[in-house]
């Protein structure tokens, strides 16, 4: 059982970095994207030139980022949790919440990625192209759409295997750092440590 944890553990804190990853170039997209759009803007109103298909690119880059941002911010436990009730109850219920969310997310992940993956599939098969002067086969960013959906499905399939296990072994602790929802302290904490980092980098 401890072997099979390790593995998880490893695989979780890969998982952690790759994700962290992802996210990086989600933002240098989205960063593309604005810069390409700006671009556009001021091509346009100063020189009337127009090299198309800005809204397009930036469209496919929004989407195509969000759906690898999803795997990281469950993982920094950053997603919307209602806790109203939450705080109020006891640890053990706490903990068992915590692990039934993250079934509940899983559910809705998988039946997200699989209509996904068929919508990218469709598009594959039938040659779909976008009704735009670019004509963007739209398969290409359908299937980076839907592999961001999928990357999250893993994802939640580690942590849910890890926190059942953490579950079974009444380490509610380990359950609640994998899938709680952040306390007031700990926001406290990162939200010192961002300032201290923001600080170091003007000192530098």
């Known amino acids: 059982m401890s072997d099979q944890v390790a593995v998880l553990e490893r695989l979780t804190r890969l998982a952690r970095v790759l994700s962290r990853s992802a996210v990086w170039v989600g933002g240098a997209l989205t960063l593309a994207s604005v810069l390409l759009i700006t671009f556009e803007v001021v091509s346009r109103r100063l020189f009337g030139f127009s090299m198309g298909g800005a809204d397009e690119l930036s469209g496919y880059a929004f ?101 059942s296990a953490a579950l079974v072994t009444g380490d509610l602790e380990l359950v609640k750092t994998l899938a709680g929802m952040k306390t007031a302290s700990e926001e406290a904490d990162e939200g010192a440590a961002e300032g201290e980092r923001l600080i170091q980098a003007e000192q530098r």
Do not use: C, K
């Open 63 to 163: 989407a195509i980022s969000i759906t690898w941002a999803f795997a990281f911010t469950v993982l920094e436990r950053a997603n919307v949790r209602i806790d109203v009730l939450y705080q109020h109850l006891p640890v053990r219920v706490t903990a068992f919440l915590d692990w039934l969310s993250l079934v509940a997310l899983g559910v809705f992940a998988v039946y997200l990625s699989y209509y996904g993956t068929l919508v990218a599939l469709t598009s594959w098969e039938q040659s779909s192209a976008a009704n735009t002067p670019l004509a963007t086969p739209l398969w290409i960013p359908q299937f980076l759409w839907a592999a961001g959906l999928v990357w999250f499905v893993i994802v939640l399939l580690l942590m849910l295997l890890r926190s």
